[in-house]
């Protein structure tokens, strides 16, 4: 995961089964643990800026001989219309929209 320009991006390797249904269908969910539960709900919009692959292989250097100097061998998606909520114990503790 990646905060560059005010902006939440993940990436993907290459052309794959996942960036051709993104491409279809942008809506995602991604869920995290870490004693709490976080879900996010979203819209991944495509960006492949080079200074956006850039920002992740210079913040990941392990990954720049997969993904190439500007990241150019993965696709950057940011996080849009995101509504992130918040749970502990199954209980909604906060939702932030961004």
């Known amino acids: 995961m990646l905060f560059f320009e005010d902006k939440i991006y993940i990436m993907?390797?290459?052309?794959t089964n996942e960036?051709?249904?993104i491409a279809q269908n942008p809506k995602a969910e991604i869920c995290a643990?870490?004693?709490?539960?976080?879900?996010?709900?979203?819209?991944?919009?495509e960006d492949n800026r080079?200074?956006?692959?850039?920002?992740?292989?210079?913040?990941m250097p392990v990954l720049k001989p997969v993904l190439g100097?500007?990241?150019?061998?993965g696709?950057?998606?940011?996080?849009?219309?995101a509504t992130a909520c918040f749970f502990k114990m199954m209980e909604l503790v906060e939702t932030i929209k961004f």
Not at 12 to 15: I, L, R, S, W
Not at 69 to 73: A, S, V
């Open 12 to 15: 993907a390797f290459g052309k």
């Open 33 to 45: 643990f870490k004693g709490m539960t976080l879900r996010i709900e979203c819209k991944l919009v």
């Open 75 to 81: 696709v950057m998606y940011y996080l849009s219309d």
């Open 69 to 73: 100097e500007n990241g150019e061998n």
């Open 19 to 21: 960036t051709r249904q």
């Open 50 to 59: 080079p200074e956006v692959g850039k920002a992740l292989v210079d913040k």
